[in-house]
T-cell receptor, first 113, second 111 residues
Framework: GENVEQHPSTLSVQEGDSAVIKCTYS??????FPWYKQELGKRPQLIID???NVGEKKDQRIAVTLNKTAKHFSLHITETQPEDSAVYFC????????????WGAGTKLIIKP | DVKVTQSSRYLVKRTGEKVFLECVQD?????MFWYRQDPGLGLRLIYF???????EKGDIPEGYSVSREKKERFSLILESASTNQTSMYLC??????????FGPGTRLTVT
């Protein structure tokens, strides 16, 4: 079946530095790629998403880039802060038209003071 | 503001019991989903529904069934609970092709 691979599984960065999380997907028909953040004990929440007709999207300190040819997309967080500590999930929407998301396994981001 | 609610935050059941987990959304979303979340395994789809009375199996449907009699409500049923079904269960809803909104989760323990 279709899958999404996410790396790294754990990322530790110094406060103020940048963090990058990468995902690759297998379904060439996928056209919607959301990123979710899940803080400890809380529900996952959308932080940014991108559709296949754009290559990059930015929202303050976070940005997502998409390379459809290579079938990979990345989350970039600049000037990291303690509140960025969380698990981040990438996903790709199945191209079959049923709106199901195929999820990456998650990245635990640790911000060191 | 979208609200997705789940019937319980914590639930403790005995092996063999029938368990009902209920999810309600208030945004008239067509799609609803049940996930299971275990440490290191991410979000695994159990079942989803794209319309009333419609359902499709996800990646791990064994041991589960679902019911969607009304658009706003999606129930997950464990016919005979087993210890390997101890987990966090998350419900989500979405409108076609858009963001999935998650409920707060139900932490189920089967003893």
């Amino acid at each position: 079946g279709e899958n999404v691979e996410q790396h790294p599984s754990t990322l530790s960065v110094q406060e103020g530095d940048s963090a990058v999380i990468k995902c690759t997907y297998s379904d060439s028909a996928s056209n919607y790629f959301p990123w979710y953040k899940q803080e400890l004990g809380k529900r996952p929440q959308l932080i940014i998403d991108i559709r296949s007709n754009v290559g990059e999207k930015k929202d303050q300190r976070i940005a997502v880039t998409l390379n459809k040819t290579a079938k990979h997309f990345s989350l970039h967080i600049t000037e990291t802060q303690p509140e960025d500590s969380a698990v981040y999930f990438c996903a790709a929407q199945e191209g079959k038209g049923n709106y199901q998301l195929i999820w990456g396994a998650g990245t635990k981001l640790i911000i060191k003071p | 503001d979208v609200k997705v609610t789940q019937s319980s935050r914590y639930l403790v059941k005995r092996t063999g019991e029938k368990v009902f987990l209920e999810c309600v959304q208030d945004m008239d979303h067509e799609n609803m989903f049940w996930y299971r979340q275990d440490p290191g395994l991410g979000l695994r789809l159990i079942y989803f529904s794209y319309d009333v009375k419609m359902k499709e199996k996800g990646d791990i449907p064994e041991g589960y069934s679902v019911s969607r009699e009304k658009k706003e409500r999606f129930s997950l049923i464990l016919e005979s609970a087993s210890t390997n079904q101890t987990s966090m269960y998350l419900c989500a809803s979405s409108s076609h092709g858009r963001e999935q909104y998650f409920g707060p989760g139900t932490r189920l323990t089967v003893t």
